[in-house]
């Protein structure tokens, strides 16, 4: 992997640098955050403007054709800047499943993805079973298409969602995958908004009989168990990307509050201790950007990897936790108050546990020959 940011690159995170400080300061997260889908539709339609919902799909599309790791450099800005927003799990989920199926029917709908119009987000988890095993919603072959039964946990955005990207296993082959698109209002459909203190607005989908003409049907057997396993894998990578961004604000931040406050007659960064926190702070958060780094490259360049997402993942549930516990250290009384932006930041960027899959299971993955 080449590890050297190219000068477009440098170029496209600068510039989304520099309009997410302007358009998207803390005080608009928090009023995204308090809305009734938790983000901002102003917000969303300028980065729309800007290009970067289309950033990675092909140009057909309405897409640019960038690379996936120029995705995930984008999606670093985000985190960094804390948005509130669908970004991560549509784009480097729904969006390139759907390009990646190369369905003529769907070119309409990418680019009205593309410009901002349509929300097209994925329900690809399913629900844990009492073994702890996935289950997908059951598609039943009907007259006019199909009829999908069972439930998707924790589907990020769905209030706000007109398309659902939705994983099943088929009745008549329960070995076989198949990946249907629903409108959001198809009937048997239904929203149950689930109590969380993560910024992504989760909701159980839950379907009952819902109806799936034939056009529905993405893709089904092989492929779609490919295209399936490739968008978790890249959700998972961009996830951890997300997480790398926000924790670079963290670092600035902490490091900024211990050069500041002073305590007997010094600022507290004078003090040992509190340097060895922000070493330490500094060593998790590069290893997180490398492994999330790495495996998006290998996700561009179309090289398997199963296994650096693994570890770039069993890394992020590994050591942000430790790392927003050591920031909450060295601000004190302050960093826990909801006042305080590092409440934000703490809300957003700890890995959240429905959609990465337990740390042993990504080590089993990682430490697999």
Same mark, same amino acid.
Request: proline share 5%; hydrophobic share 45%; net charge negative.
């Given at each position: 992997?080449?590890?050297?940011?190219?000068?477009? %690159?440098?170029?496209?995170?600068?510039?989304?640098?520099?309009?997410?400080? &302007?358009?998207?300061?803390?005080?608009?997260?928090? &009023?995204? !955050?308090?809305?009734?889908?938790?983000?901002?539709?102003?917000?969303?339609?300028?980065?729309?403007?800007?290009?970067?919902?289309?950033?990675?799909?092909?140009? !057909?599309?309405?897409?640019?054709?960038?690379?996936?790791?120029?995705?995930?450099?984008?999606?670093?800005?985000?985190?960094?800047?804390?948005?509130?927003?669908?970004?991560?799990?549509?784009?480097?989920?729904?969006?390139?499943?759907?390009?990646?199926?190369?369905?003529? %029917?769907?070119?309409?709908?990418?680019?009205?993805?593309?410009?901002? &119009?349509?929300?097209?987000?994925?329900?690809?988890?399913?629900? #844990?079973?009492?073994?702890?095993?996935?289950?997908?919603?059951?598609?039943?072959?009907?007259?006019?298409?199909?009829?999908?039964?069972?439930?998707?946990?924790?589907?990020?955005?769905?209030?706000?969602? !007109?398309?659902?990207?939705?994983?099943?296993?088929?009745?008549? %082959?329960?070995?076989?995958? @198949?990946?249907?698109?629903?409108?959001?209002?198809?009937?048997?459909? @239904?929203?149950?908004?689930?109590?969380?203190?993560?910024?992504?607005?989760?909701?159980?989908?839950?379907?009952?009989? #819902?109806?799936?003409?034939?056009?529905?049907?993405?893709?089904?057997?092989?492929?779609? #168990?490919?295209?399936?396993?490739?968008?978790?894998?890249?959700?998972?990578?961009?996830?951890?990307?997300?997480?790398?961004?926000?924790?670079?604000?963290?670092?600035?931040?902490?490091? @900024?509050?211990?050069?500041?406050?002073? +305590?007997?007659? +010094?600022?507290?960064?004078?003090?040992?201790?509190?340097?060895?926190?922000?070493?330490?702070?500094?060593?998790?958060?590069?290893?997180?950007?490398?492994?999330?780094?790495?495996?998006?490259?290998?996700?561009?360049?179309?090289?398997?990897?199963? !296994?650096?997402?693994?570890?770039?993942?069993?890394?992020?549930?590994?050591?942000?936790?430790?790392?927003?516990?050591?920031?909450?250290?060295?601000?004190?009384?302050?960093?826990?108050?909801?006042?305080?932006?590092?409440?934000?930041?703490?809300?957003?960027?700890?890995?959240?546990?429905?959609?990465?899959?337990?740390?042993?299971?990504?080590?089993?993955?990682?430490?697999?020959?």
């Amino acid at each position: 992997m080449n590890t050297h940011i190219d000068e477009a %690159q440098e170029m496209l995170r600068t510039s989304a640098r520099e309009f997410l400080a &302007e358009n998207c300061p803390t005080k608009a997260v928090r &009023e995204a !955050r308090s809305g009734a889908t938790g983000l901002s539709c102003d917000l969303w339609n300028a980065m729309a403007g800007l290009g970067w919902q289309g950033l990675a799909l092909p140009e !057909r599309c309405g897409g640019s054709s960038m690379s996936f790791l120029d995705l995930c450099l984008l999606i670093e800005e985000l985190g960094r800047a804390c948005v509130p927003t669908p970004f991560v799990s549509a784009t480097a989920g729904s969006a390139l499943l759907l390009a990646g199926a190369a369905r003529e %029917q769907d070119v309409p709908l990418l680019k009205s993805f593309a410009l901002g &119009e349509d929300l097209i987000v994925p329900a690809l988890w399913g629900t #844990a079973g009492a073994d702890g095993t996935t289950l997908l919603p059951t598609a039943r072959r009907a007259n006019s298409g199909f009829t999908l039964d069972g439930a998707h946990a924790f589907v990020p955005f769905a209030a706000a969602a !007109r398309h659902f990207v939705c994983a099943a296993r088929m009745a008549a %082959q329960p070995d076989e995958v @198949a990946l249907f698109l629903l409108p959001a209002a198809a009937p048997g459909t @239904a929203l149950t908004p689930l109590e969380s203190v993560s910024d992504d607005r989760p909701c159980i989908l839950e379907l009952s009989g #819902a109806q799936a003409p034939d056009s529905s049907l993405i893709c089904s057997g092989r492929e779609a #168990a490919t295209l399936l396993e490739l968008a978790r894998q890249r959700i998972d990578a961009a996830c951890c990307c997300d997480i790398a961004g926000a924790l670079s604000w963290v670092l600035d931040d902490t490091v @900024a509050y211990a050069k500041d406050r002073k +305590q007997f007659g +010094q600022p507290i960064g004078a003090f040992e201790v509190l340097q060895h926190y922000c070493a330490d702070m500094h060593v998790m958060l590069e290893g997180l950007r490398v492994s999330a780094y790495h495996a998006a490259w290998r996700l561009s360049e179309g090289l398997p990897a199963s !296994r650096d997402v693994a570890v770039a993942c069993a890394w992020a549930q590994r050591v942000v936790p430790q790392f927003l516990s050591l920031a909450h250290q060295v601000h004190g009384a302050m960093g826990v108050t909801k006042e305080h932006d590092l409440h934000l930041y703490t809300t957003h960027a700890m890995p959240p546990g429905h959609t990465l899959l337990p740390r042993a299971d990504y080590l089993e993955a990682a430490l697999s020959i």
